[in-house]
């Protein structure tokens, strides 16, 4: 086992990779506006569609990211999305410059692919190096990707206004690349193993992950329309000003922070079905008081908190639990198909949420998005219950 210290740095590392790998796809909500007038858009369908390519491709990519990290080592997988998901942003400046959606497609894609390599292969090394806290280290991970993403919504916004929104993308996809260089001297080769890299189908036949994988999904469903629309709800719906739409897209982010660390303890102490149940269900009063509460700030307002804190709060349980229920050998293909279903075919979300906003509204699109929220939630009640003790064993 590696020493504290060690550890501590390549977990507070693992957090700054993971802050980027988010901001990436957290740029384009607030300057969705300004993107559909430089590109001469106008239909919500259209941006929704290319997002929800791009997010399939970053969920399919999953696949490959996991097992990929078995084979040559975790640390060399995330170097290698940490450089090329950064530079794929430079092909934004093109776009801007073409005004072409095509080309505005083709870099979204790009960074897609490249970064869906992270998120399994970041797990992976976690549930293997921090026995005994995987929760409370996937919850501190998550933390420290919460805390950079945070201010990429209004720092994106700044940049996008001030300089032009191809130049937001770049900006982040240069620190990706600085971030790339230092994670590779500081990790070196730690998480190489020498066992035999897990197959997806192998990891398909774990019985017990099937109940978990659908409840995933239904995670997938609402989490990527919430995540794509909610600024532009704001705007169109409640006639908030583009700025405040994002400073509130921010503020689900910050709520998220404290969320990430109290899922992690709550599930080390209590068990991650409880946490998920509890989560689940602050979601579902969430969504259910932006759209019906009367006075509108009053429901924006609570939306933040619950969905910010519920939402972020599930992720180190369902991350944890996931890895107590799969063998060693299997843990990068088994987080490679979580992360598939939850961005890839979750993904599916923005496609049948942009249709429903220009057909009836955003309205309906979230009302939409309520109602895959309640499908987890009831799902999170026959989820299986599994520990892990202080010496990192199941019970």
Request: proline residues 4%; positive net charge.
């Amino acid at each position: 086992m590696q020493q504290q210290p060690k550890r501590n740095t390549h977990l507070i590392l693992l957090g700054g990779a993971h802050s980027l790998n988010h901001s990436l796809f957290a740029i384009a909500p607030p300057l969705l506006t300004m993107i559909m007038a430089d590109l001469n858009l106008t239909s919500k369908f259209v941006i929704g569609s290319v997002t929800t390519i791009a997010s399939l491709i970053y969920g399919i990519g999953s696949l490959v990211g996991g097992p990929l990290g078995d084979k040559i080592g975790e640390a060399k997988t995330i170097t290698i999305s940490l450089i090329f998901s950064g530079l794929s942003t430079f092909i934004m400046l093109a776009a801007g410059a073409a005004e072409s959606i095509y080309i505005y497609a083709l870099a979204l894609i790009l960074m897609a692919v490249w970064a869906s390599l992270y998120h399994p292969t970041a797990n992976s090394l976690i549930s293997k190096a921090f026995k005994g806290r995987v929760a409370e280290s996937m919850g501190l991970h998550g933390v420290g990707g919460t805390l950079g993403v945070v201010l990429t919504p209004t720092a994106a916004w700044f940049l996008g206004a001030t300089f032009g929104w191809p130049w937001a993308f770049c900006v982040f996809g240069s620190l990706c690349i600085m971030l790339a260089l230092f994670f590779l001297k500081s990790l070196g080769k730690s998480g190489n193993t020498n066992e035999k890299g897990g197959t997806i189908l192998g990891a398909l036949k774990i019985r017990e992950l099937w109940l978990l994988l659908v409840f995933n999904i239904a995670i997938g469903l609402f989490m990527k329309g919430v995540e794509l629309f909610f600024p532009t709800y704001l705007n169109e719906n409640r006639h908030i000003d583009p700025m405040w739409a994002s400073v509130a897209y921010t503020m689900i982010l910050a709520a998220g922070v404290p969320g990430q660390w109290i899922g992690g303890k709550a599930a080390d102490k209590i068990g991650s079905r409880k946490v998920l149940i509890a989560t689940s269900a602050g979601v579902c009063i969430s969504l259910v008081s932006l759209l019906f509460v009367p006075i509108y700030i009053v429901g924006i307002i609570a939306f933040i908190l619950l969905y910010g804190l519920s939402f972020y709060a599930h992720q180190p349980a369902l991350n944890s639990l996931t890895g107590l229920l799969s063998p060693q050998n299997q843990r990068g293909a088994v987080y490679g198909i979580f992360f598939f279903t939850s961005f890839g075919i979750g993904s599916l979300s923005q496609f049948l949420a942009g249709y429903a906003a220009d057909t009836y509204g955003l309205d309906a699109a979230f009302s939409l998005l309520a109602v895959f929220a309640l499908i987890a939630l009831l799902l999170s009640f026959k989820l299986p219950e599994k520990k892990e003790s202080k010496e990192g064993t199941n019970s």
